[in-house]
DNA sequence: CCCCGACTGTCATCCAAGTGACACTCCCGG
DNA sequence: CCGGGAGTGTCACTTGGATGACAGTCGGGG
């Protein structure tokens, strides 16, 4: 019985990876897939604060993220810088995997973060033997990618105040962005009271509410306008 | 007699696809897949300046540079940013194809370019039928995030001579970077007179000799020394 | 062989962001 | 309920890169 209800868990776990991770409309899953992914799958929760790796790892494990945010950063002469925020669905850990190289980066939970983990050899064994799998897990790859490409744009050559409105879109989650402003200074490469002067002016002119490490967006189309400045 | 000339070509295009494109040492490809392939091949070349793809295009095909250089580019408010500049063995338009999206960028020559090319039903069909290929794909995209996050990471918080540096080192083919300095502003999201002040520098110590749309890197130790400031 | 467009070299001025510091406020845990 | 660590608000000063401009140079195409 005890048994049963977990393998339940697990593949209602597996079912969410299927309806989450990576592209879902052009390449569905099949139900031995999803049972299989249910079988190798393991449920770790993180502390807020909580690292997973470190930078110069071994790559052990493929991490999913089910619910909370992780965040890609390294430590360089100007501090820490965020390479990324990882949410429900990202996928940290793989792309070390498939290159056979160490972490680059530090992954940590910025709040409490409940992760899917696939073992290096269940993950080896799923993309060898499950072409859908590993047809979606090519959709998830292509994905992070997209976003890496649409943050350099975003980074490159704009004003800082575009950037963070850029950055407040992207980040939030109902209308909250769950960071702190040095947070939001580390995933723009600078520094706190630049991005502080730039939120006081956005809250002077109603468009965000500022409180203890969390920004509300009140006028979400203001603030793309801000972010989009029109031709 | 033509023919066979043609298809054997076409075999050593895909062989050398075979070698150079994604991580071949840990997912290698049968002959049969080679040979899949070589049937789908075909050949593209591009003149120094020529487009390949728009913003907004339709993705309708997948290119894999052969030889030359391509770049990957959108126009801001600050005028042109080249996201990325792809070398033999780099994809362009796989991305799109995979998550359906319109191109997000203008893909161009550099200088005259051999690309290979797979159209879409092409592309389809081979990810579809050859799990191999997919799998080995999937190294590539995977390639392409880690560059993409290695120049998040040099972009971000980094001055700009180490920034200039690094480039200089990541582009260089036999000790050349075969780049306009407007173009290597607009890689670096800044303007060409800080582009040129920082190359004079590194010029009057020695380090490079610059000429008419190249840089020679004359002492790639001393660089790196200037990219990785010593703790 | 010469011309035109593309690229480089350079400058004076301006401004956005960095720097480093300090006081204040908010939580969480003991 | 209170103490301390983490986060925010703020400021005076400095600086590096942007700006816009113009002259000089290269080199391919006619």
Redesign the pocket.
């Known amino acids: 019985m005890r048994r049963r209800e977990e393998q339940s868990a697990a593949f209602r776990d597996a079912l969410w990876v299927s309806r989450c991770v990576g592209h879902a409309g052009t390449t569905p899953l099949r139900l031995e897939d999803v049972e299989d992914l249910a079988r190798f799958i393991r449920v770790r929760t993180l502390a807020a604060g909580e690292p997973l790796a470190r930078v110069g790892d071994e790559p052990t494990a493929v991490c999913i993220v089910r619910e909370g945010c992780l965040e890609l950063a390294v430590h360089g002469s100007?501090g820490r810088l965020v390479i990324q925020t990882l949410r429900a669905g990202d996928i940290d850990g793989d792309i070390q995997m498939l290159l056979n190289v160490r972490m680059p980066y530090e992954t940590r939970a910025n709040v409490e973060t409940t992760c899917l983990i696939l073992d290096r050899s269940a993950f080896e064994e799923l993309l060898a033997t499950h072409p859908h799998v590993s047809r979606r897990w090519l959709t998830s790859v292509s994905q992070r990618l997209a976003r890496s490409h649409s943050r350099l744009t975003s980074l490159l050559?704009e004003?800082?105040?575009v950037q963070v409105a850029q950055l407040l879109l992207e980040e939030r989650v109902d209308d909250v962005v769950n960071l702190?402003?040095?947070t939001v200074a580390a995933l723009l490469?600078?520094?706190?009271?630049?991005v502080?002067?730039?939120?006081?002016r956005f809250?002077g002119n109603g468009l965000v509410a500022?409180?203890?490490?969390?920004v509300q967006i009140l006028d979400a189309t203001a603030l793309a306008e801000v972010s989009a400045p029109q031709p």
Chains 1, 2 share one sequence.
């Open positions: 100007t050559g004003p800082l105040e702190t402003q040095t490469g600078v520094r706190r009271p630049s502080n002067k730039v939120l006081r809250a500022l409180s203890y490490g969390k």
